[in-house]
């Protein structure tokens, strides 16, 4: 069984410019997240959706940072412009649905920004 | 805020060891329990998931206890190898909340 899919492994792009991360979560998993991950850091949550409904998006930085989950299946993360400070490592993960239920993380996207 | 605190910060064993990784939280009003591996360069692998109403799991060399009234969590990892040699990460679930709050993990190394 695939577990969760993301792309591109790797990214460096310069400050100011666009990108974009992708992520297929696993088979029937409702739930999808999208955490950030700073050297020597844990991961923290920028957003989560249950199907294709984002349900807590609290800690994106909304005047950078754009998601959307079109179908309830994959999603896709944007960052524009991007800012030196964005360097890091972007995870995505996904579960069941319901609170009891075991996440599960992609390979993460490392991003750097010069 | 629920705050996640993992110690040692870095432990470094010959093979063989028998080895405790500690984690700590601030607020005992939780779902679940989550350990993860995380590789250099790598995602998380989930290694061991504690619901709130359980006190320990067991996964071959793997044993995670949780005493949800103080805030405690151990990871014990029996014969330790080299190929145990990763970052160990702590997560718990809020039950006001449905993400993870993680700490800053263990680093782990193992040598022959």
């Known amino acids: 069984e695939a577990g969760v899919v993301q792309s591109p492994r790797y990214k460096i792009i310069e400050k100011k410019q666009p990108v974009a991360f992708w992520c297929n979560p696993i088979?029937?998993?409702?739930?999808l997240y999208w955490y950030r991950q700073n050297l020597g850091q844990g991961p923290e949550l920028l957003i989560r959706?249950?199907?294709?409904?984002?349900?807590?998006d609290s800690q994106l930085p909304k005047d950078r940072f754009s998601a959307e989950r079109l179908k309830g299946v994959d999603s896709t993360l944007k960052i524009q412009p991007a800012e030196l400070g964005d360097s890091a490592v972007y995870l995505c993960?996904?579960?069941?649905?319901?609170?009891?239920?075991?996440?599960?993380f992609g390979q993460g996207t490392r991003l750097t920004v010069v | 805020k629920q705050e996640v605190t993992q110690i040692p910060a870095a432990l470094s064993v010959p093979e063989g060891e028998n080895l405790v990784l500690n984690c700590s939280f601030t607020?005992?009003?939780?779902?679940?329990l989550q350990w993860f591996r995380q590789d250099p360069g790598k995602g998380l692998t989930s290694l061991l998931l504690?619901?709130?109403?359980?006190r320990e799991q067991t996964s071959g060399r793997l044993n995670a206890s949780l005493d949800k009234s103080s805030g405690r969590s151990t990871l014990y990892i029996a014969a330790s190898q080299p190929g145990d040699s990763a970052t160990y990460l702590c997560?718990?679930?809020?039950?006001?909340?449905?993400?993870?709050?993680f700490g800053r993990g263990t680093q782990l190394t193992v040598w022959p």
């Open positions: 607020d005992s009003a939780i779902y679940n």
């Open positions: 997560a718990v679930r809020p039950t006001w909340l449905g993400r993870l709050y």
């Open positions: 504690i619901q709130s109403s359980q």
């Open positions: 993960a996904s579960s069941l649905a319901g609170e009891n239920t075991e996440a599960f």
């Open positions: 088979s029937g998993h409702n739930t």
């Open positions: 959706y249950e199907n294709e409904e984002a349900v807590d």
